[in-house]
């Protein structure tokens, strides 16, 4: 049990991209491409698993407000957002409200882990299989930061409170570092 799990990042990076690309991607090159999951699957399927996992539920209010957030630190750049989760697409109609959003709600696991991965701003959720991408990621990671897993204190590794604000000069910083 490795909380610290972000010690072994740079590490992993570094086999990872060793041998994945851009290649096949849904991403636009010369646009910001901004990757949000949203947890859903295992913490809405039935009272009992939901009961256990009810500190990992997110509502999209969370997310409403932190990709409004994002939006407007990246106001007048070309950008894409793209959605990956288990629930069904009418659950976001306040996020697509906000910008046209790319679904992904039928990709296939391994894909939408890849997609997360090379996202330019990835927004995570309370759950490995976004906190692992963030890991992975040379981007912007957006994170909860009440969620079990440590973080780094990086620019990239921008910290959420738990309605979805976050530090916009942080989010600038970590912009103009990655030169996105």
Request: hydrophobic share 40%; with cysteine.
């Amino acid at each position: 049990f490795l909380k610290e799990q972000h010690l072994v990042a740079e590490s992993l990076q570094r086999k990872f991209h060793r041998v994945n690309s851009t290649a096949g991607l849904n991403f636009q090159k010369d646009v910001l491409n901004i990757a949000i999951h949203v947890r859903r699957g295992d913490i809405m399927a039935g009272e009992e698993a939901a009961e256990g996992l009810a500190n990992r539920f997110q509502s999209i209010d969370y997310f409403e407000n932190t990709l409004r957030s994002v939006l407007a630190a990246t106001e007048g750049r070309p950008r894409r957002v793209y959605l990956f989760s288990q629930e069904g697409r009418e659950a976001f109609q306040a996020l697509e409200a906000l910008l046209p959003i790319e679904f992904c709600l039928d990709m296939g696991a391994r894909d939408s882990f890849r997609h997360m991965v090379m996202a330019d701003i990835l927004i995570t959720s309370k759950s490995s299989f976004s906190y692992k991408p963030a890991l992975l990621s040379k981007g912007i990671k957006l994170c909860p930061q009440d969620f079990w897993h440590s973080y780094p204190k990086s620019p990239d590794w921008v910290l959420a409170d738990s309605t979805g604000n976050f530090s916009a000069e942080q989010l600038q910083e970590a912009l103009t570092t990655a030169a996105l």
